[in-house]
């Protein structure tokens, strides 16, 4: 009789063991990638400029790394996410401004930005809240697929980095394009 009862308490310990492993084994399969895009410290510290590949990041994924000791998101928009940020009208924006002046010529999937709230400096959080964007959680904004705030008590827009793009899959992030039309 015990192990009958004892059974099904194995089981679900291992189906919850495996379960684990699994986690831990996804995770450990993005640190690489992520410890590969981001520079080594003393880059970092002297605030050079740092080279991104764009290869490895899918559509719809947002990546996060460290320029100067800032978090940048980069987002591989979908089709969806530009359209989402294209249809807005400007005048409903609390800080206007167009989707196509905030990413690169020609490279419209790619969106680069400081990911540090403009209301107090918390980190938001990628593709969440009601824009599917970002969403700050300490105090509720929330930002759209072109970073744009739309709610909340943010005044501004997530700022964009200085950086250009290299070739279509790379760009370096602490310099800007030579043109002062770098963001048209
Ligand atoms: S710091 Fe982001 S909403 Fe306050």
């Given at each position: 009789m015990t192990v009958i009862s004892a059974d099904p308490t194995r089981r679900d310990f291992l189906f919850i063991a495996t379960g684990a492993v699994g986690a831990v084994g996804a995770a450990a399969a993005l640190v690489p990638l992520i410890a590969q895009m981001n520079p080594d410290a003393s880059t970092i510290a002297a605030g050079a400029p740092i080279e991104i590949d764009l290869g490895p990041i899918a559509e719809g994924q947002v990546i996060k790394v460290f320029w100067r000791g800032k978090p940048i998101f980069i987002s591989h928009r979908t089709k969806k996410e530009i359209e989402a940020a294209r249809s807005v009208q400007l005048a409903s924006l609390?800080?206007?401004?167009?989707?196509?002046?905030?990413?690169?010529?020609?490279?419209?999937?790619?969106?680069?930005?400081?990911?540090?709230?403009?209301?107090?400096?918390?980190?938001?959080?990628?593709?969440?809240?009601?824009?599917?964007?970002?969403?700050?959680?300490?105090?509720?904004?929330?930002?759209?697929?072109?970073?744009?705030?739309?709610?909340?008590?943010?005044?501004?827009?997530?700022?964009?980095?200085?950086?250009?793009?290299?070739?279509?899959?790379?760009?370096?992030?602490?310099?800007?394009?030579?043109?002062?039309?770098a963001h048209a």
């Open positions: 609390p800080d206007p401004e167009a989707d196509d002046k905030r990413v690169k010529k020609g490279h419209d999937q790619w969106l680069v930005l400081i990911g540090i709230c403009t209301h107090l400096g918390c980190i938001p959080i990628a593709h969440q809240g009601n824009y599917d964007g970002y969403f700050c959680p300490c105090h509720g904004s929330q930002y759209d697929t072109s970073g744009r705030i739309r709610q909340g008590p943010a005044p501004k827009n997530l700022p964009l980095p200085p950086y250009k793009f290299l070739s279509d899959s790379k760009i370096r992030i602490g310099e800007e394009d030579a043109s002062p039309a």
